[in-house]
């Protein structure tokens, strides 16, 4: 049968992960899941992973989830490795929103300065992963949860040399979800065209006539829930922008189409001591969350889960993972190698795009070349990551400043310059290349 490691296993998603493996067991016979962890995560690893097994053992089928912190033991002949860590958990994405913040700039999981940070801390332990995985599970695939998601894939790809990975977002998988269902269609009734890169992507959507109905869905959006995660603030697009774009932008866009809006609201709600920061909300769904996993009778996922920004985290994953075995190629959006899908960055950029999923991999879908506005924007989001990732690798304090200065949501100055140092002593302990 086919053996699954989980990086992160102690992660609140893990229950979500193990649904969506139950339900296509069918297709994709597990017969060992390894959770792994650190000393630090220990406490939650215990928890969510008898909770895990118990899900397992309400099923019809047979499987061990061996808990463990040695992650070569984990790693060892594995078909598949999935990651889903958080380097220095929900108190270092604290740092990373309020520190920004307190500078006032957008502090974010995945973007501004925050996010490169993440990036910094995350970039380093992804590559020692590569390094074990080329010696105990060679023919592997790795698929990719960790944030920013895309970065992380970039760098595997780019620095650690390894070409088997996918990374995975639920941002599409919700925004198909919920936009079939406001044009009253079923979801293959539609033909969706996604490209960009993780967080930054835009989309179309054609009926099965070749319509395009992307405009239908803009004017839905207006009135409806359009599908944006559980973690985005609802600050509607300008609807004149989205008409000459004639895409649907992802929900994180928000935060460059909207900055002063999102950063006004992020200063009122995060500074808020009833509220707190997102990690800090995130801290006490996660606290609920675990009292739930404690409880012996509980054998499925809560519906408190739903809570997390990444709920339908495990449509992607085990798709993608039940689309590699099964060599189904089903469209799934993957942040995989260009290869000219998106003419308007490099070949070996790693993208954010619809593709076919099947034995050999992802097959991007050609997307064409966009317009100068989206142009612009992704070629510049694009290298600001690339300056982000290189700096992860090399501790290079200037090309840092440089990623921190092209960034659009960090104002360039002193004060930018200030925060790349709090932060860098903030994270002192997770940076050793710095
Ligand atoms: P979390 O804080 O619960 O961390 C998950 C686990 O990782 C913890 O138990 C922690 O101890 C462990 N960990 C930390 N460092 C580790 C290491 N070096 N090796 C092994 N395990 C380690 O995080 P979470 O909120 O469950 O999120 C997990 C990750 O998934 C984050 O990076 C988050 O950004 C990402 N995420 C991605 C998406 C997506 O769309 N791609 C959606 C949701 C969450
Ligand atoms: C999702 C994004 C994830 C992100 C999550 C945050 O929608 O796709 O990449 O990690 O939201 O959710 P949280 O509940 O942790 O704020
Ligand atoms: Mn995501």
């Not at 909770?51 to 053992?57: I, K, L, P, S, T």
């Not at 064409?368 to 090399?394: I, P």
């Amino acid at each position: 049968g086919v053996k699954i490691a989980t990086i992160g296993g102690g992660s609140s998603y893990t229950p979500e992960l193990m649904e969506g493996f139950i339900n296509r067991y069918e297709e994709l016979p597990i017969s060992e899941i390894w959770l792994v962890d650190i000393e630090d995560g220990k406490e939650k690893l215990e928890k969510v992973g008898k909770m895990a097994q118990r899900m397992w053992d309400a099923s019809p089928y047979d499987v061990k989830v061996h808990l463990t912190l040695d992650r070569r033991e984990a790693l060892k002949d594995a078909d598949f490795v999935t990651t889903q860590f958080r380097v220095g958990l929900l108190d270092a994405r604290v740092k990373d929103e309020r520190i920004p913040l307190s500078h006032g700039m957008v502090g974010q999981e995945t973007n501004g300065a925050g996010g490169i940070f993440k990036a910094f801390r995350t970039i380093p332990v992804i590559l020692s992963i590569v390094e074990d995985m080329k010696e105990l599970c060679p023919n592997a695939w790795l698929i990719n949860f960790t944030n920013p998601a895309g970065m992380v894939t970039d760098a595997i790809i780019r620095y650690g040399e390894w070409e088997k990975v996918l990374g995975l977002c639920n941002v599409p998988v919700g925004a198909m979800m919920a936009e079939s269902e406001l044009i009253g269609k079923s979801q293959d009734e539609l033909v969706y065209a996604f490209a960009g890169i993780n967080h930054f992507h835009w989309h179309r959507v054609k009926d099965l006539q070749g319509n395009d109905v992307t405009s239908e869905i803009i004017d839905k959006m207006y009135s409806n829930d359009s599908g944006i995660p559980a973690n985005i603030h609802d600050i509607p697009f300008f609807i004149e922008q989205l008409k000459q774009m004639n895409m649907i932008p992802c929900g994180y866009h928000r935060y460059y189409y909207r900055t002063e809006e999102m950063l006004q609201y992020m200063l009122e709600e995060y500074n808020d001591p009833n509220v707190g920061t997102r990690a800090q909300q995130v801290k006490q769904t996660e606290a609920e969350l675990f009292e739930l996993y404690k409880n012996p009778d509980l054998n499925y996922k809560p519906e408190q889960l739903a809570k997390r920004g990444g709920a339908h985290y495990s449509d992607a994953a085990c798709e993608t993972i039940a689309s590699i075995y099964a060599n189904k190629n089903t469209h799934i959006v993957v942040s995989t190698k260009n290869n000219g899908a998106v003419p308007d960055l490099a070949p070996d950029d790693v993208v954010e795009v619809s593709a076919y999923i099947g034995a050999t991999g992802a097959r991007p879908i050609a997307f064409g070349s966009f317009q100068s506005a989206e142009r612009g924007w992704l070629q510049l989001m694009k290298n600001m990551e690339l300056c982000v990732e290189e700096a992860a690798v090399t501790g290079d304090y200037g090309l840092a400043l440089q990623a921190f200065t092209i960034n659009p949501l960090i104002p360039s100055g002193e004060t930018a310059k200030r925060v790349l140092d709090e932060l860098l002593i903030a994270h002192k302990k997770y940076l050793p290349q710095f």
